[in-house]
């Protein structure tokens, strides 16, 4: 029901910053809500932040105020801006959606194939 196109990912020194982007090919609107989970290898996926359709944001704790989510709605895109960047952070950087199914009454999830965030320090 959506497709994800993450952008933005690459290279940085330690301190820099990315802003992430996330374009869903439907209105941002009718997802419930949208995310950005990160991977590193041999970790788990694991949530960053997200925001709901309502516009209400949720941050994992390890974020210490470093990264921001927003959303453009009229562009259907969802941001990530990513200040303060440390090794730690180095991931692949999936965009999330999670949609309600009206038929099943079932809430669906859906994935980006993912952008690579690398910080060297």
């Known amino acids: 029901q959506v497709q994800l196109v993450e952008s933005g990912g690459g290279l940085v020194q330690t301190g820099g910053s990315l802003r992430l982007s996330c374009a869903a090919s439907?209105?941002?609107?009718?997802?419930?809500?949208m995310g950005w989970y990160r991977q590193a290898p041999g970790n788990k996926r694991e949530l960053v932040a997200d925001?709901?359709?309502?516009?209400?944001?949720t941050y994992s704790d390890f974020v210490k105020g470093r990264f921001t989510i927003s959303r453009d709605s009229a562009k259907n895109t969802v941001y990530l801006q990513m200040n303060s960047l440390k090794p730690e952070d180095t991931a692949v950087y999936y965009c999330?959606?999670?949609?309600?199914?009206?038929?099943?009454?079932?809430?669906?999830?859906?994935w980006g194939r993912g952008t690579q965030v690398t910080v060297s320090s």
């Open positions: 925001i709901t359709n309502s516009g209400i944001t």
């Open positions: 999330n959606a999670l949609m309600e199914d009206a038929v099943y009454d079932v809430l669906n999830q859906y």
């Open positions: 439907r209105s941002i609107l009718s997802i419930n809500t």
